[in-house]
């Protein structure tokens, strides 16, 4: 079982930046991959970032890309999100999740644990 937390969101100016960290309860965080996605009121919960256990392979989603960096402390059972250059259309509910098997990394239905979300609102 793995328990997530959520927090740094807030409200921002488009060109802005924030960090969002994802704190994991349990000593097995080092094995899951782990994933960011976000939901904008309306709209499905959409693929932003995922990285392997090691934190040596990551993927973003083309929206982010260079534009968004995930990263993880397996010391600290911490993964994180740095936004830069934020636009208004990255206004969201933003969630971390953890994956056992490292399986399709974007897909939402192939994680298995999830934590609360932090919103994030970027104004124009």
């Known amino acids: 079982q793995v328990q997530l937390v959520e927090s740094g969101g807030g409200l921002v100016q488009a060109g802005g930046s924030l960090r969002l960290s994802c704190a994991a309860s349990?000593?097995?965080?080092?094995?899951?991959?782990m994933g960011w996605f976000r939901q904008a009121p309306g709209k499905e919960r959409e693929f932003v970032a995922a990285?392997?256990?090691?934190?040596?392979?990551?993927y973003y989603a083309d929206s982010v890309k260079g534009r968004f960096t995930i990263s993880r402390d397996n010391t600290m059972n911490t993964m994180y999100l740095q936004m830069n250059s934020l636009k208004p259309e990255d206004t969201a509910v933003y969630y971390c999740?953890?994956?056992?098997?490292?399986?399709?990394?974007?897909?939402?239905?192939?994680?298995?644990?999830w934590g609360q979300g932090t919103q994030v609102t970027v104004s124009s």
């Open positions: 999740a953890a994956d056992r098997s490292h399986s399709r990394l974007s897909q939402r239905q192939d994680y298995d644990y």
């Open positions: 990285i392997i256990w090691s934190g040596t392979t990551t």
């Open positions: 349990g000593r097995t965080f080092r094995t899951y991959a």
